[in-house]
């Protein structure tokens, strides 16, 4: 598209054409492919996939537990400090892009988990180190973004999930998981930090397809 435009451009400033055919034509919009989202059966199999009897383990499912939980991004999550979380209320304060805060709600189940994790795991994790961040490597460090996928991927395989799962299917699994139960737009938008509701709005397409494929499904003369 780009080069033809450019080549009747040139056409019209060489005088060979008086007028650009192209010039009042649009490009066409490009497809953007619906989210890939986990069925809650799906999810359910992956958060019961660490091993919750050993120190990595119990660590490995409240990280899992609080994506699912809450939709953060990965760069959120990694920089969550243990009073970012309040246990006893349910709400998380979470820094996302141009370091914009917003509150985001956790669950009971994530909450018992974190709470697991901070009373038995961490500080054996640290070994003595310090650090401001409630997720702590095998290391005792920070997490890096990489160190987050690896955890999401090895818990998924052993789960028996095949599609390449990375976190942020988490957060459109949370996305979907909520509109699917009722949850209006504008507060979907506020717990993922959208900027702009359209960028929201790509789940309910995926709402829709999901209705499309129930009544596919199930209707006698589908």
Known sequence: MHAVRGYYRFLV???RITADPMENLRAPRAFRPLPRYLTAGQVDT????????TPIGL?????LEVLYATGLRVSELIALKP???????GLVTAFGKGRKERLVPLGSEARRWVASYLEETRAGLLKGRRTDVLFV?????RFSRMGVWGIVRRHAVK???ASILTPHVLRHSFATHLLERGADLRSLQ?????????TTQIYTH???ERLKQIYDAHHPRA
Not at 46 to 53: I, K, Y
Not at 83 to 89: H, P, T
């Open 13 to 15: 400033r060489e005088s």
């Open 46 to 53: 992956l958060l019961e996939a660490p091993d919750v009897s």
């Open 59 to 63: 660590r490995d499912r409240a990280l």
């Open 83 to 89: 009073g970012d979380v309040d246990l006893d209320v």
């Open 137 to 141: 490597s095998n290391r005792g460090a």
């Open 159 to 161: 789960a028996g999930i």
């Open 190 to 198: 506020s717990m993922l930090g959208h900027a702009d509701i359209s």
């Open 206 to 208: 995926v709402t829709k």
